[in-house]
Nanobody, 130 residues
């Protein structure tokens, strides 16, 4: 059974950092483009970042560009999101997921709904507060 399990969330002060991990199993991780999405209280799903299957191309939402870094280790079946310079508006549940479109298309609005993903995890809570 395909599974994605996020970890690494927690409480952090503004300006701090966190690294999220997503452990994949039950499918051939290396053949899938991957994405991080988030949902803040009172808001809809927001695409954060995506990465192609070969770990050669990365894409970011304007809101996180320059602060977040997506990466993957196909040998470990793991996706990462390094989050630096965190802001209160980054508070959300973060999910890793497999987009139904190539990773490069997510920025065009193709990764904005849960139906846009084939697999997703249960999420990890990130709270940025002083």
């Amino acid at each position: 059974e395909a599974q994605l399990v996020e970890s690494g969330g927690g409480l952090v002060q503004p300006g701090g950092s966190l690294r999220l991990s997503c452990a994949a199993s039950g499918f051939t991780f290396s053949t899938y483009d991957m994405a991080w999405v988030r949902q803040a209280p009172g808001k809809g799903l927001e695409w954060v970042s995506s990465i192609n299957r070969g770990n050669s191309s990365t894409y970011y939402a304007d809101s996180v560009k320059g602060r977040f870094t997506i990466s993957r280790d196909n040998a470990k079946n793991t996706l990462y999101l390094q989050m630096n310079s965190l802001k209160t508006e980054d508070t959300a549940v973060y999910y890793c997921a497999t987009p139904r479109v190539p990773a490069r298309y997510c920025s065009g609005g193709s990764c904005a709904r849960k139906d846009d993903f084939s697999y997703w995890g249960r999420g990890t809570q990130v709270t940025v507060s002083s």
